[in-house]
């Protein structure tokens, strides 16, 4: 009887707290129906749900976040993480469960401290078996900025302990026309390098080359590096050109010839425009890891036209890209289509649609039905 006396009046003590405390809660619930519409694919196999609810309760100068993903009605991921300030102090903790194995991924502690003109700063990792702690103090004395980072534990060894790991000792300081960024680094067993950078360092008569400088000194070797870059600055209104400057060597050392520049290579185009809230964008790319609507593809040409704002078509939205092959064999080499469409049903309701095509292998891919409530 006392401990259901106890539990009520800690439960309406809590209710009071709630009731007259500063608080906030809101959220996003994201859930989407993938259907599979490939060749050989089943039901309800190759269907798919993933649902992801985020929520954030901000009381006073705090903010706790929930982070849950659930696939096919299975708990995937969990991500809990907590930021605020007491007094002079400023703290942040991120909590990370493996759901599925039903441990603790990592928990992470992050706390910094103001004093005059010196930032300490600690970050502390757990994870299953190990532990890793970070202590860093960085100070700003007139163009002159130190700071120092130590790290202890090491998380590719076993075991709970925090040995020594090295120490980086960082300073930036201005020197003739240019800024100084100087490392110097040291593990566990003793010096390991120490290096002075300048980054963008401009030529008068040459506008559109900058230099990066860095020499690196090691125990037994010291290294040159020049890393050359052309800026050709606005070109057109809405006209992006990629390139990049091609050295014939980097690096030079005893024994190595001056620094030879090949030429200047072309990677590729990108023009956009907009027309009445319809905006188009074409890109053409042909060197290493594409920018835009080419990121994360192995294709080398894309259009897209999509909606900008509100001003188009009131609360829907859409976009449709088409990509290109290099080596297709369907007209113009045309290989894959993404369509997307969204629709405003209310301020807090959103539904959405997206439908994959793979024109070059004549299948169609994945169908999206989607929800997004936001609170």
Not at 18 to 44: K, N, V
Not at 197 to 211: H, K, N, Q, R, Y
Not at 318 to 341: I, K, P, Q, S
Request: glycine share 10%.
């Amino acid at each position: 009887m006392k401990r259901a006396l106890a539990a009520g009046l800690l439960f309406i003590t809590f209710l009071g707290v709630l009731c007259h405390a500063q608080f906030d809660l809101s959220g996003e619930w994201d859930t989407d129906l993938i259907l599979d519409l490939g060749p050989g694919a089943t039901w309800p196999d190759d269907v798919t749900v993933q649902s992801a609810l985020t929520l954030d309760y901000v009381v006073q100068d705090w903010t706790f976040s929930s982070f849950t993903k659930v696939e096919d009605g299975e708990w995937k991921t969990q991500d809990l993480s907590a930021a605020g300030v007491l007094g002079s102090i400023d703290i942040s903790s991120d909590l990370t469960f493996d759901v599925e194995n039903a441990i603790l991924e990592s928990w992470s502690v992050e706390w910094g401290l103001s004093l005059a003109s010196v930032r300490f700063e600690f970050d502390a990792t757990l994870t299953p078996g190990d532990v890793t702690l970070d202590t860093t103090a960085s100070a700003t004395s007139g163009d002159v900025a130190l700071d120092v980072t130590i790290s202890l534990g090491n998380p590719s060894e076993p075991g709970c302990d925090l040995d020594f790991q090295g120490v980086d000792i960082g300073v930036d300081f201005p020197f003739c026309c240019a800024t100084v960024i100087g490392t110097l680094d040291f593990d566990c067993h003793g010096f390991n390098y120490a290096e002075f950078c300048v980054d963008e360092l401009t030529i008068a008569f040459l506008p559109w080359l900058t230099l990066d400088l860095c020499v690196k000194f090691e125990e037994q070797t010291k290294s040159f590096i020049i890393s050359p870059a052309i800026d050709l600055g606005l070109i057109g209104c809405d006209f992006d050109l990629y390139y990049h400057l091609k050295p014939d060597g980097d690096i030079l050392e005893p024994g190595h010839g001056p620094l030879g520049i090949e030429g200047i290579y072309f990677d590729g185009l990108q023009i956009a425009c907009e027309i009445g809230g319809i905006e188009f964008t074409g890109i053409t790319y042909l060197g290493d890891s594409p920018p835009g609507l080419l990121s994360g593809t192995e294709y080398w040409e894309a259009y897209q036209i999509a909606t900008t704002d509100d001003g188009c078509c009131g609360p829907f939205d859409f976009d449709v890209a088409v990509y290109f092959a290099a080596n297709g064999t369907g007209l113009f080499d045309v290989a894959f289509f993404d369509a997307n469409m969204a629709i405003k049903l209310s301020p807090s309701f959103t539904f959405d649609m997206g439908l994959e095509l793979d024109v070059e292998n004549s299948v169609m891919g994945n169908w999206t039905f989607g929800f997004v409530v936001e609170f």
